[in-house]
């Protein structure tokens, strides 16, 4: 059981090292629409998706990867706040985008996932 919560935790610190590092980039490019959250939450949806379409890895492995690695990685409190934030700032298309972009992309992302996973399970 505390095995458990060590698998989630070393991959819930890798995913959040990904999704700051990537957030940190789009700063640093100079980029005001948060698309690090964006690239974060689809990203991780499609590896998701890839890999529960797979259903070939063992419940710990999935508990890495699912529950920490690819939770750490996506994030609907950051997606939200930042909604919040632009439409405060009276931002209201990037807000809209922001919303339409990450439901539409984020949930075509796992559709694709388990897309891929079925195609290679066909060919093995």
């Known amino acids: 059981m505390i095995i458990d919560f060590l698998f989630v935790g070393m991959g819930g610190f890798i995913g959040s090292c990904l999704r700051f ?21 689809v990203i991780a949806g499609s590896a998701i998706g890839f890999i529960i379409g797979l259903g070939v ?15 750490g990685l996506s994030t609907f409190s950051a997606f939200s706040l930042e909604t919040v934030n632009l439409f405060s700032d009276g931002r209201y298309l990037l807000c809209g985008l922001n919303v339409l972009l990450n439901l539409a992309l984020s949930l075509s992302a796992v559709v694709l996932g388990m897309f891929l996973a079925g195609l290679i399970l066909k060919k093995v």
């Open 21 to 41: 590092a990537l957030t940190k980039v789009t700063v640093y490019l100079g980029i005001e629409f948060p698309i690090g959250t964006l690239l974060s939450n």
């Open 57 to 71: 890895f063992s419940p710990r492995t999935k508990l890495f990867f699912v529950t920490g690695l690819l939770g």
